[in-house]
């Protein structure tokens, strides 16, 4: 469901700003306050509106109707093109309901892992990124302000976003590769922003009956996944990346658990997989990408190490050879 992601650009961010300047406010001066108030913006306001994805030379086009209110945010997320799908989130619960295989996800709503992740304190990035304002431009014929989040270095990608200057929503969005390129890209064509939500909007049009539904595994004595101080380190890895997670989990049937370490700089994620292998297991070698998405696998003795982000193909390369046993 890497769509989701994309559509899922909730930053982690005070609204307070927002609010203020929706409220007769001074406008931000500077790309930092831009980015602030578009986070705000993303949590703080109701919007109804369609947007086209543009990756891997494709382009999809989806619907997302988001409420908030005192209750905690709802938000319904529906393809319009290619395979039907519909996903609903409030703050407990995401469901997924897949129409062409028949069956609905259920799993616990989470903090969103939105893409990209811009950290409330955008001063920690300043030695990894540069934040610019680019100027103005129109997007589905509103003006925008264009902040550009530039790296420093060849390990990460970068970022420009297109702020509607008048309530501070995100119009349009561009991961860019190393030299510059736009990798993937989303924008709306159509914004109500605003106005009250009908509570039939964010009802599904599925009822999923007669589907296969799927419930993520939680709670009783053997839980799914459980924190744990890895056994395995990562000896290199680029500037200003931590590790924020350390888990224990099963990633196959009739596997043993695999050690999942999450590292990030504030914007960037990586994720190192070290798992045992199974007699039959096929190794997993070499570099693997879709789209902005990259993946390397490496075999340590009898472990298989695969290494995952939105990053150049370089990082998880560098990082996949660094990772050994904890002595």
């Known amino acids: 469901m890497k769509w989701l992601l994309f559509v899922s650009l909730l930053l982690s961010g005070p609204a307070s700003l927002q609010l203020a300047y929706a409220s007769g406010g001074s406008a931000p001066n500077n790309a930092r306050q831009w980015l602030d108030s578009m986070s705000g913006a993303l949590q703080a306001l109701n919007y109804d509106g369609t947007f086209v ?49 028949k069956s609905v996800m259920v799993g616990q709503s989470r903090p969103r892992q939105p893409f990209p992740e811009v950290p409330e304190d955008l001063d920690s990035l300043s030695p990894y990124y540069q934040l610019r304002d680019a100027g103005e431009d129109r997007i589905a014929g509103l003006m925008t302000r264009v902040i550009d989040i530039t790296p420093r270095d060849q390990y990460r990608y970068g970022y420009r976003f297109w702020v509607d200057t008048t309530n501070f929503m995100l119009l349009k969005f561009e991961l860019k590769d190393v030299d510059g390129t736009a990798i993937e890209q989303v924008m709306f064509t159509d914004l109500k922003v605003g106005e009250r939500i009908p509570p039939a909007t964010l009802e599904p049009s599925l009822t999923g009956e007669g589907y296969n539904w799927f419930r993520q595994e939680g709670g009783g004595d053997a839980p799914a996944v459980t924190s744990v101080q890895s056994a395995w380190t990562v000896a290199l890895l680029p500037a200003g990346f931590k590790m924020t997670d350390s888990q224990r989990r099963r990633v196959r049937q009739g596997g043993e658990h695999a050690e999942h370490m999450v590292f990030t700089d504030g914007l960037a994620t990586v994720s190192v997989y070290v798992e045992k292998m199974l007699a039959n297991q096929k190794e997993f070698t070499g570099l693997s990408n879709r ?25 998880v390369q560098s990082v996949a050879h660094s990772v050994s046993r904890r002595q």
Request: charged share 25%.
């Open 53 to 101: 994805y543009l990756h891997d030379g494709k382009l999809e086009a989806m619907r997302i109707v988001h409420e908030a209110s005192p209750g905690g945010e709802k938000e319904r997320l529906i393809a319009l093109t290619g395979s039907a799908r519909e996903v609903l989130r409030d703050e407990k619960v995401v469901t997924c309901i897949m129409p062409d295989n």
């Open 291 to 315: 789209g902005a998405m990259n993946a390397y696998g490496a075999v340590l003795g009898d472990h298989q190490v695969t290494v995952v982000g939105e990053v150049p193909a370089a990082t």
